[in-house]
């Protein structure tokens, strides 16, 4: 039996200036489309801060999964504003006193944010709750200031030399420069690709090749990187996309997976856990890295989830890209995992995350009794299926899902017949 915790006020603050500027309003309205999926990491007496609203559906669904009854928790959607960070957004929709309320009903509760940024360590003030996991000691300044340097790619380059982590050959520039960096780096390796210094996901990436005469057309325009710079690398093509994701702890840094990116064009798409076994060196160099990172952030006082993600070239050299230090699309889904495989006495499946694109539309309940029908449905006495774990698309169609088995070869099994079964496009 788990021992108790106290509530969670679970703060969903997908629009936050952590992973990218607010300026580029439409990237985390997109991510944001994911928030349902916070209600993997709730327990009766948890509230949830959503962007998106839940249907009511998939709020009975994920409950039963969890076996909690889905009157326990209580969710509250805070309306987003182009340019507006979470925590301000629930000031102008007049909805904190409500929160407030909330918390009063909740003794001992604490605010679990997304990402930990300074609106959020603000609000958390203001509520008069800790944030988790620091605890009535609050959040020490170091932690913020920490989390905003490495959520950008120069500052984790900067600090991948320090610490002597391969990084792609590359350097940061601002607008003044960028037309000359980038003529200088096609000169020497060909292909590059330009990243504004904050953004997530593959948002705002550029590939551009020497070959292209007109490669000029794709240089960024000024300011398109809101207010910091870019990051110009040699584009590694035909590299693997790989991540590890770690926890910051006051007794170190705590591994809690590794595993591949599936990106188109640089963005993520998908991903699958765990390694596979040619690997190993790769991952052993990975893990290595995000030690240090984990030990770093830990001296500066951050506590809680972060990650590398990482090119592993042809030739099996490691290079470390970026670091993530926040929930990322990976973090909260591999919780759920771990949460549904654990709680079904099952342990370390291997599981994929990824996105179809239906034919047909469906509602949330007409594709669970799809899956149903066929036994792809995530199954305890089994331990193994396909979780729908965002809730319904906007569209009906496009949608978003895990597959959890025993091992690699389980999970591309009940891949390929979920394919079938929900017609989706290109498979």
């Known amino acids: 039996m788990e021992e108790p915790r106290a509530p969670l006020i679970v703060f969903a603050n997908f629009f936050s200036d952590v992973a990218v500027s607010l300026r580029a309003h439409h990237a985390p309205a997109h991510w944001a489309r ?72 909740r003794p001992g509760a604490q605010l679990l944010p997304l990402a930990l940024d300074s609106p959020t360590v603000a609000f958390a003030d203001r509520l008069g709750v800790p944030v988790a996991p620091y605890g009535p000691g609050g959040v020490p300044p170091s932690a913020p200031a920490a989390v905003y340097r490495l959520n950008t790619k120069s500052g984790f380059r900067d ?58 057309r794709a240089v960024p325009p000024p300011g398109a990187a809101g207010r910091g710079g870019w990051v110009v690398e040699e584009w590694l093509a035909e590299a693997r996309s790989v991540s590890v994701q770690m926890e910051a702890l006051p007794s170190g840094p705590h591994l809690l997976f590794t595993g591949e990116m599936r990106t188109v064009a640089g963005s993520y798409t998908g991903y699958v856990s765990p ?55 990976t973090t909260t889904p591999q919780a759920m995992v771990d949460r549904l495989s654990s709680d079904a006495g099952f342990d370390s499946p291997a599981w994929l995350l990824a996105e179809g694109r239906s034919r047909l539309t469906h509602t949330f309940a007409d594709a669970l009794r799809l899956l149903q029908a066929k036994d792809l449905a995530w199954s305890p006495s089994r331990g193994e299926g396909v979780v729908l774990y965002a809730d319904a698309p906007d569209d009906e169609r496009s949608w978003l899902y895990a597959v959890i088995a025993a091992d690699v070869g389980g999970t591309a099994r009940l891949h390929s017949a979920l394919a079938d079964v929900m017609e989706f496009e290109g498979e």
């Open 34 to 105: 994911q928030a349902p999926r916070k209600i993997w990491l709730m327990r009766p007496g948890d509230v949830l801060l959503t962007p998106v609203p839940l249907g009511r559906d998939f709020t009975r669904y994920a409950c039963g999964l969890l076996g909690i009854p889905h009157r326990s928790i209580t969710v509250l959607t805070v309306p987003s504003s182009a340019g507006v960070p979470m925590a301000e957004a629930l000031d102008r929709e007049g909805l904190t006193d409500v929160v407030r309320a909330l918390i009063a009903h």
């Open 159 to 216: 600090l991948a030399g320090e610490m002597g982590m391969r990084t792609p050959p590359g350097r940061g520039c601002g607008d003044g420069d960028l037309v000359e960096t980038i003529s200088t780096m096609l000169e020497g390796y060909g292909r590059i690709v330009v990243k504004p210094d904050r953004s997530a996901g593959g948002h705002g990436l550029r590939f551009i090749s020497g070959a292209d005469a007109g490669w000029a």
């Open 275 to 329: 390694l596979d076994h040619a690997t190993d060196m790769a991952t052993r160099e990975l893990e290595h890295w995000g030690a240090m990172l984990g030990r770093h952030l830990s001296a500066h006082g951050y506590c809680g989830p972060y990650g590398i993600d990482a090119l592993l070239a042809s030739d099996g050299t490691l290079y470390a890209t970026e670091s993530n230090v926040r929930r990322t699309a």
